[in-house]
């Protein structure tokens, strides 16, 4: 009987080791949270919400649930467990409005935006719900800060107000910053675009609006590009080429990326991969939105 024991219990480990390395993707269809394998295979819908972001060991992911009561939601943040289904939802958190969950590399903590006061505030919290802290208040007289994301020293975070892209610390100081127009030409930023670093940490992922003429009968609004700012040149290159309508990226790894696209004529976007030399495109999960991937 012990060895029987014994021996189940090595087989659960073995699986939660082979499980926490494999690597998946999360995103979000339909109000819904699914995660899939990194070639785009086996989705599977793990809990209802959006804004997906997968844990770096790719075994928990996290996300905003919706919850309406008569006229009103509130949206809160929450972590459920891939394998298990089991969800935490953060309801310590001092406001009904939270949104954009994204992991530290570390996967110590989850950097998010949350409303307070009619603004909008940068909070971290555990991965269990605990010791939230503001990491940055609004300010009534500043634009709100966007699309919250991790450095990869654990000790600093990128975000952008449309105007400018910053390098905070966590207690909110700015450590660097940069002036979109300036480093994207003919690009800007809205306030649902999105940042992502490189798992080197020497390049970030831009979502852009380009102001540049297209001819998509069936698009209203400028085209969307993705774009590489290297921190230590200064330097920004375009990944996307001008036919290809693309947005919410995220790094595969330093030379590959996952973004959405939808081609003329298609209803929806879909999820595809890309390599940063403007090769090997491929579709990989029809019908999605916001990509999350696990570490590499």
Same mark, same amino acid.
């Given at each position: 009987m012990?060895?029987?024991?014994?021996?189940?219990?090595?087989?659960?480990?073995s699986?939660v080791?082979?499980?926490?390395?494999?690597?998946?993707?999360?995103?979000?269809?339909?109000d819904?949270?699914y995660?899939?394998?990194?070639?785009g295979?086996?989705?599977?819908?793990?809990?209802?919400?959006?804004?997906?972001?997968?844990? @770096?060991?790719?075994?928990?992911?996290a996300?905003?649930?919706?919850?309406?009561t008569?006229?009103?939601?509130?949206?809160?943040?929450?972590?459920?467990?891939?394998?298990?289904?089991?969800?935490?939802?953060?309801?310590?958190?001092?406001?009904?409005?939270?949104?954009?969950?994204? %992991?530290?590399?570390?996967? !110590?903590?989850?950097?998010f935006?949350?409303?307070?006061?009619?603004?909008?505030?940068? +909070?971290?919290?555990? @991965?269990? +719900?605990?010791?939230?802290?503001?990491?940055?208040?609004?300010?009534?007289?500043?634009?709100?800060?966007?699309?919250?994301?991790?450095?990869?020293?654990? &000790?600093?975070?990128?975000?952008?107000?449309?105007?400018?892209?910053? =390098?905070?610390?966590?207690?909110?100081?700015?450590?660097? &910053? %940069?002036t979109?127009? !300036?480093?994207?030409?003919?690009?800007?930023?809205?306030?649902?675009?999105?940042?992502?670093?490189?798992?080197?940490? /020497?390049?970030?992922?831009?979502?852009? =609006?380009?102001?540049?003429?297209?001819n998509?009968?069936d %698009?209203?609004? @400028? &085209?969307?590009?993705?774009?590489?700012?290297?921190?230590?040149? =200064?330097?920004?290159?375009?990944?996307?080429?001008?036919?290809?309508?693309? %947005?919410?990226?995220?790094?595969?790894?330093?030379?590959?990326?996952?973004?959405?696209? &939808? @081609?003329?004529?298609?209803?929806?976007?879909?999820?595809?991969?890309?390599?940063?030399?403007g090769?090997?495109?491929?579709?990989?999960? /029809?019908?999605?939105?916001?990509?999350?991937?696990?570490?590499?």
């Open positions: 012990k060895k029987i024991i014994a021996f189940a219990f090595v087989l659960v480990i699986t080791a082979t499980f926490a390395g494999e690597r998946r993707i999360a995103f979000e269809r339909s819904a949270v995660v899939a394998n990194l070639d295979t086996a989705d599977k819908k793990i809990a209802d919400g959006i804004f997906p972001a997968i844990s @770096p060991d790719g075994t928990r992911v996300f905003n649930t919706v919850e309406k008569n006229t009103t939601y509130a949206r809160h943040i929450a972590v459920v467990e891939i394998e298990t289904g089991k969800p935490t939802v953060f309801k310590d958190v001092p406001s009904d409005n939270s949104y954009y969950p994204t %992991w530290s590399p570390d996967r !110590k903590r989850i950097l935006t949350l409303r307070v006061n009619e603004l909008w505030d940068l +909070g971290l919290i555990n @991965p269990d +719900g605990t010791e939230f802290r503001v990491l940055k208040k609004g300010e009534r007289d500043k634009v709100t800060l966007y699309s919250p994301c991790w450095g990869r020293d654990n &000790q600093s975070i990128f975000c952008e107000d449309m105007t400018n892209v910053y =390098q905070l610390d966590l207690d909110g100081y700015v450590l660097a &910053q %940069w979109i127009e !300036k480093i994207i030409p003919n690009g800007d930023m809205s306030g649902d675009d999105r940042i992502d670093v490189s798992p080197d940490g /020497k390049h970030l992922l831009l979502s852009v =609006q380009m102001s540049e003429e297209h998509r009968k %698009w209203d609004g @400028p &085209q969307p590009a993705l774009w590489s700012f290297d921190l230590t040149t =200064q330097k920004s290159v375009r990944l996307t080429p001008k036919k290809l309508f693309a %947005w919410d990226g995220c790094w595969i790894d330093d030379t590959n990326i996952l973004f959405l696209s &939808q @081609p003329a004529g298609e209803k929806a976007a879909s999820i595809y991969r890309l390599s940063t030399n090769k090997d495109l491929k579709l990989l999960i /029809k019908n999605a939105r916001f990509p999350t991937v696990s570490a590499p």
